[in-house]
Each structure stands twice: as C-alpha cells, then as structure tokens.
C-alpha cells in the first residue's frame, strides 16, 4: 500500500501561484494514473486533473485548464501541482490520489476510481 502526502499549500493572493507537492512512500507510483482532486466547504469532492504513466494521457477539469499542470518525477517519486492565476474559487483543500488500478491508461474523473489518498493541503486564494 502506498502512503502518499502532500504539501505545499498556503495562502496566496489572486493571481499568485503555488505548486503542491505530493510524495509517496512504500512502492513507486510510475505504473498508476495520479489525479488531484480539491474539496471546498460544503461541497463535494471536485475532479482537477490527472496524468497517466509518463504523462502521455492528461485532464484538466474546464474551470482549471490552462491554469494549472500536472507533472511527474519518477526518479523521486514524487507528483506536482502547479498552480498559476489561482483565483478565490480555487479556494480549497487539495488532495492527490493514485488510481486502483495499474493497468489502467485513461485518467478518471470518478473519486471512487482512485484507491490511495493523501491527508490534504489547504490552499486559500485571497481576493
């Protein structure tokens, strides 16, 4: 089982950036889709995007397509969420997530999908 946390939150200004962090620990993620997911108060868990192995299949949710990016590094183990022009609606706890399954090679919008989550980083946009 693999453990993963993130990092990398805080608060930040509209129009400022971020990059989240998520490492994982106990066996390699290289063979699974990764996705971000973000939970605001009060509402339901929001798809933001994910990558597969490699990042030759990736998705971004509309409302952060173009402003933020997925990227991988396998040698560390690690994922990332770069986040630029962040706005006050981005306002929300951010989550990684590994997929259940290693064979799969699309990238899933579905929560239940994903089998491994992180604790979460807070992430708040001022306006």
């Known amino acids: 089982q693999v453990q993963l946390v993130e990092s990398g939150g805080g608060l930040v200004q509209a129009g400022g950036s971020l990059r989240l962090s998520c490492a994982a620990s106990g066996r390699t993620l290289s063979s699974y889709v990764m996705g971000w997911f973000r939970q605001a108060p009060g509402k339901e868990r929001e798809f933001v995007g994910g990558?597969?192995?490699?990042?030759?299949?990736?998705y971004y949710s509309e409302s952060v397509k173009g402003r933020f990016t997925i990227s991988r590094d396998t040698a560390k183990n690690m994922v990332y969420l770069q986040m630029n022009s962040l706005k006050p609606e981005d306002t929300a706890v951010y989550y990684c997530a590994e997929d259940s399954a290693p064979w799969r090679v699309a990238v899933s919008v579905t929560p239940s999908v994903f089998g491994s989550w992180g604790q979460g980083t807070q992430v708040t946009v001022s306006s």
């Open positions: 990558t597969s192995w490699n990042s030759i299949s990736t």
